[in-house]
């Protein structure tokens, strides 16, 4: 069975930093492509940064020169650094694989396996 859990959120000042953790288990996390998507309250979720089995990486535009996604393939753990961080960026984020990697709401909507999502609050 697939878990996804995510660590790492919290409360920080605009242009603080946070560093968020997702532990998988139940899969092959070398072979598979990870994201990271967000929910800001609302009903849609917003792709914010992706990585391939290769390692290679994409970012929302927003996010882009901020946020650094990366994977320990010998932990199974994906992380996403967060530089930057601007009250627009408060949501839940997610740590979410079982598809394709990509920002787009049509990858992101196919996504197969999501952790419980983990609460970022920027403050102005």
């Known amino acids: 069975e697939v878990h996804l859990v995510e660590s790492g959120g919290g409360w920080v000042q605009s242009g603080g930093s946070l560093r968020l953790s997702c532990a998988a288990s139940g899969f092959t996390f070398s072979s598979e492509h990870m994201n990271w998507v967000r929910q800001a309250p609302g009903p849609e979720r917003e792709g914010v940064a992706a990585?391939?089995?290769?390692?290679?990486?994409r970012y929302l535009d927003s996010v882009k020169g901020r946020f650094t996604i990366s994977k320990d393939s010998a932990k199974n753990t994906l992380y996403l650094q967060m530089d930057g961080l601007k009250p627009e960026d408060t949501a839940t984020y997610y740590c979410?694989?079982?598809?394709?990697?990509?920002?787009?709401?049509?990858?992101?909507?196919?996504?197969?396996?999501w952790g419980e999502g983990t609460q970022v609050t920027v403050s102005s």
């Open positions: 979410a694989a079982g598809g394709e990697w990509a920002c787009t709401p049509r990858v992101v909507t196919a996504l197969n396996y």
């Open positions: 990585i391939d089995n290769d390692g290679n990486t």
